[in-house]
């Protein structure tokens, strides 16, 4: 089977409303047209690399092509794993976790997107609560770190309510003009001080190894 070659295809995050995991081929495809539907106010840009501001057509297959190209430059050392999130059977957004040289920083990085429909329901802070338990329970990770400009309140107060703190700012340029970015860091220890969502995780011993987090 698949699996027994590239096991992160059976490995499954649970919360009481969420189920995160990799997609099958159409579910990606549905992943994709959400996507193409819209993920934020057109006003405003959340991300670094304005991918959202293309034709819908063009967004899709962004997403189709992103994820391909991440699952092949799959290295130990170097990975970002793009789970699809589902609510009910139903794709939802989608929540990633990704690390360099995991086995020595023991650090990850998270980001983002639901679909603008799923805005205002709870499902960001229940996602990114599944893959800090991922990282820290599972991986045995020390930090976790994620980023948001200043103007997307959502991010950053899902950030708040988890336990993260800000270490920082930095400038970019996005569509052609300055904007703010806030880093935020949470620690295993702040992190095991607030959790309150339930997890589970199944699948991911055989995982281990490509996560760079073998015993």
Same mark, same amino acid.
């Given at each position: 089977m698949l699996v027994d070659h590239f096991p992160l295809l059976g490995l499954r995050l649970g919360t009481p409303r969420l189920e995160l995991r990799l997609p099958a081929p159409e579910e990606l495809a549905a992943l994709a047209e959400l996507a193409a539907e819209g993920i934020h106010d057109p006003e405003v840009m959340p991300f670094a690399a304005a991918w959202t501001d293309q034709p819908p057509a063009d967004v899709a297959r962004g997403v189709v092509q992103h994820h391909w190209a991440q699952l092949g430059a799959w290295a130990p050392d170097m990975w970002e794993l793009n789970l699809a999130v589902f609510r009910d !059977?139903?794709?939802? !957004?989608?929540?990633?976790? !990704?690390? =360099?040289? @995991?086995?020595?920083? =023991?650090?990850?990085?998270?980001?983002?997107?639901l679909g603008k429909r799923f805005h205002g329901q709870g499902i960001g802070t229940e996602m990114r609560a599944a893959v800090l338990h991922l990282a820290f329970e599972g991986l045995g990770a020390a930090e976790a770190s994620?980023?948001? @400009?200043?103007?997307? =309140?959502?991010?950053?107060?899902?950030s708040r309510k988890l336990g993260y703190e800000e270490v920082g700012t930095s400038r970019q340029v996005i569509r052609g003009a300055l904007a703010f970015e806030h880093r935020l860091r949470i620690t295993e220890d702040a992190w095991r001080s607030r959790r309150a969502t339930e997890v589970t995780v199944r699948g991911l011993a055989a995982c281990l190894p490509l996560l760079g987090a073998a015993s």
């Open positions: !059977g139903v794709v939802v !957004g989608q929540q990633s976790i !990704g690390a =360099r040289d @995991f086995a020595i920083t =023991r650090e990850v990085h998270t980001g983002s997107w994620s980023s948001a @400009f200043v103007d997307n =309140r959502a991010s950053l107060a899902v």
